[in-house]
């Protein structure tokens, strides 16, 4: 049964999952999907082609599914698919996919969208991710698992933040982060390990130990980046949370690596 207040409105063709809450005064296009258990609590849009998994909570004044705030948008039918166990905060806004970037805007589940963040088109978000107050990402950006984007940053459309990165509040955020990495600054650099998130989730000394070599290794004065990341492959390779920096370092970039202000690691 949906528990559906008589201010709301919900447009027919929507489709609803058992023991929903959709408050006063919510608006629910037609072409929407609500999971099982999914809280609207007052005022809250959610429009366009917008699924919402199970156990979703979302606050009031957000703008979930309509528009992509993007010139080049031409009415496609995009889509914008949001996993279960999200808490959207207030006035945070989320926009679906355009025809430049795969029709579809992702996010992942379990993840915190704090008061006023902003997930533009074509973003692709993982699990448990965290966005804090007023956090914004431009349009393709791709957050990886438990990442954390401090409040007040902004994230260059393009970039990629890796798993278990932190960005720091007030950032401006114009390349690439590595996973496990930790930026900050108004044009952001790479200031070192994000050694808290890592002890948070249960890593091992041993590969926290092998991680920061790594890293000192990798962002070391001598030779090119290339050069040391090949070295650090074939010394550390063999370790999965290193691998992880390699892999994704090796992988296609639109906008570089974000690096060390000063040129080498700390």
């Given at each position: 049964m949906a528990d559906i207040h008589p201010t709301a409105i919900v447009e027919e063709g929507a489709r609803l999952g058992d023991d929903i809450r959709i408050g006063p005064y919510c608006v629910v296009g037609a072409a929407v999907e609500l999971g099982r258990g999914v809280v609207l609590e007052s005022h809250v849009v959610v429009g366009g082609r917008t699924r919402i998994g199970?156990?979703?909570?979302?606050?009031?004044?957000?703008?979930?599914?309509?528009?992509?705030?993007?010139?080049?948008?031409?009415?496609?039918?995009?889509?914008?698919?949001?996993g279960k166990g999200n808490q959207i905060r207030e006035h945070v806004?989320?926009?679906?996919?355009?025809?430049?970037?795969?029709?579809?805007?992702?996010?992942?589940?379990?993840?915190?969208?704090?008061?006023?963040?902003h997930v533009a088109h074509d973003c692709i978000i993982g699990d448990n991710v965290i966005m804090a107050n007023n956090a914004t990402l431009a349009g393709h950006v791709s957050l990886g698992d438990n990442a954390i984007i401090g409040g007040l940053s902004a994230v260059h459309q393009f970039v990629r933040i890796g798993h278990h990165a932190m960005v720091g509040g007030m950032s401006g955020v114009?390349?690439?982060?590595?996973p496990f990495g930790s930026v900050t600054g108004d044009r952001a650099h790479l200031q070192g390990l994000n050694l808290v998130g890592l002890k948070r989730h249960g890593f091992e000394r041993e590969d926290i130990h092998t991680l920061?070599?790594?890293?000192?290794?990798l962002f070391a004065d001598e030779g090119t980046l290339s050069e040391r990341l090949s070295d650090v492959a074939k010394v550390f390779g063999e370790n999965s949370v290193v691998a992880a920096i390699v892999g994704f370092m090796r992988s296609e970039s639109q906008r570089g690596i974000c690096q060390p202000r000063d040129g080498h690691a700390d």
């Open positions: 199970d156990n979703s909570h979302i606050f009031p004044f957000a703008s979930i599914g309509l528009k992509p705030q993007d010139l080049k948008f031409k009415g496609e039918e995009s889509e914008l698919i949001i806004t989320m926009n679906p996919g355009t025809a430049g970037g795969g029709l579809v805007t992702r996010v992942g589940d379990n993840c915190l969208f704090m008061v006023g963040s114009e390349q690439d982060v590595i920061r070599n790594a890293y000192r290794l």
